[in-house]
């Protein structure tokens, strides 16, 4: 198996250290990831500014944009191979419920999803690299069962996957959940500049608001591994029909048909 490898941090994270090497003797692995810290990147892509790809002494190859970039050039030539499965991660900290629109963790994976592979997005519930060595074990053990599974007619899949803090003995058996959800986010922060402008930082995520059993803030609490198959179509299918119908009161039945008046 051909895994390539990418995560948020930036290549020198302590995360993506430890899953390639759990990982390494399993698949041949591939890393390119972030020059730097990129997290709440979400699927950005720089087009405005050239990108460099660069060698770490440890082979890892490290690029000056974005997660998605790196899965991006990777994918359209950097690699000169497909690979297998898209491994993103290990995220320092939760991707769960909301968090799922912003990660740059989940950016990468679901790159590698767009362009027809499997991909999984790897997180740690809590910062701090705690029991990282653990979460990466968890996370090898995930990629040898399931990283090579076909769905049915070959269609990719995308999992986002949550790890809690804890040792790996401690750690219990996976559960499928759906997407918790989180209160609104803390407030802005403002400080003033040296030169006596104001600044402003995004406050912290919210707490969790959804978090009932069958979600993955309920399944990481309760010392599971929470792994939530994700998509990409955004489209509200349940509210069609009624929009549909509200058009066609609005602009008559043609707008209904998709024809232009």
Same mark, same amino acid.
Request: glycine content about 12%.
């Given at each position: 198996?051909?895994?390539?490898?990418?995560?948020?941090?930036?290549?020198?994270?302590? !995360?993506?250290?430890?899953?390639?090497?759990?990982?390494?003797?399993?698949?041949?692995?591939?890393?390119?990831?972030?020059?730097?810290?990129?997290?709440?990147?979400?699927?950005?892509?720089?087009?405005?500014?050239?990108?460099?790809?660069?060698?770490?002494?440890?082979?890892?190859?490290?690029?000056?944009?974005?997660?998605?970039?790196?899965?991006?050039?990777?994918?359209? =030539?950097?690699?000169?191979?497909?690979?297998?499965?898209?491994?993103?991660?290990?995220?320092?900290?939760?991707?769960?419920?909301?968090?799922?629109?912003?990660?740059?963790?989940?950016?990468?994976?679901?790159?590698?999803?767009?362009?027809?592979?499997?991909?999984?997005?790897?997180?740690?519930?809590?910062?701090?690299? =705690?029991?990282?060595?653990?979460?990466?074990?968890?996370?090898?053990?995930?990629?040898?069962?399931? !990283?090579?599974?076909?769905?049915?007619?070959?269609?990719?899949?995308?999992?986002?996957?949550?790890?809690?803090?804890?040792?790996?003995?401690?750690?219990?058996?996976?559960?499928?959940?759906?997407? =918790?959800?989180?209160?609104?986010?803390?407030?802005?922060?403002?400080?003033?500049?040296?030169?006596?402008?104001?600044?402003?930082?995004?406050?912290?995520?919210?707490?969790?608001?959804?978090?009932?059993? =069958?979600?993955?803030?309920?399944?990481?609490?309760?010392?599971?591994?929470?792994?939530?198959?994700?998509?990409?179509?955004?489209?509200?299918?349940?509210?069609?029909?009624?929009?549909?119908?509200?058009?066609?009161?609005?602009?008559?039945?043609?707008?209904?048909?998709?024809?232009?008046?």
């Amino acid at each position: 198996m051909k895994i390539l490898l990418c995560n948020d941090d930036g290549f020198q994270a302590p !995360g993506i250290v430890a899953l390639y090497d759990a990982l390494k003797d399993i698949a041949e692995v591939e890393v390119i990831a972030p020059e730097h810290n990129n997290s709440a990147k979400s699927n950005s892509l720089t087009l405005y500014s050239p990108l460099y790809v660069h060698q770490a002494a440890n082979g890892f190859r490290y690029v000056n944009g974005t997660p998605a970039d790196c899965v991006h050039i990777a994918m359209t =030539g950097l690699l000169g191979y497909r690979p297998d499965l898209v491994v993103s991660g290990i995220n320092n900290g939760a991707n769960m419920g909301d968090d799922t629109i912003y990660s740059g963790t989940v950016g990468a994976a679901m790159e590698g999803y767009l362009f027809g592979v499997p991909a999984i997005a790897f997180s740690q519930v809590e910062k701090g690299w =705690g029991h990282i060595d653990a979460a990466a074990a968890t996370a090898r053990d995930v990629v040898a069962k399931i !990283g090579q599974h076909q769905q049915e007619g070959g269609k990719p899949w995308l999992l986002n996957v949550n790890i809690p803090n804890l040792p790996f003995d401690q750690i219990k058996a996976p559960k499928i959940c759906r997407l =918790g959800r989180r209160h609104a986010a803390e407030k802005v922060i403002t400080q003033t500049s040296p030169r006596g402008d104001t600044m402003y930082w995004i406050g912290s995520a919210g707490a969790a608001f959804d978090a009932a059993d =069958g979600t993955d803030f309920h399944a990481t609490e309760h010392g599971h591994v929470a792994i939530t198959p994700l998509k990409v179509d955004l489209t509200d299918h349940d509210a069609l029909g009624y929009w549909s119908q509200g058009l066609g009161h609005m602009w008559g039945a043609s707008a209904t048909s998709g024809a232009k008046n």
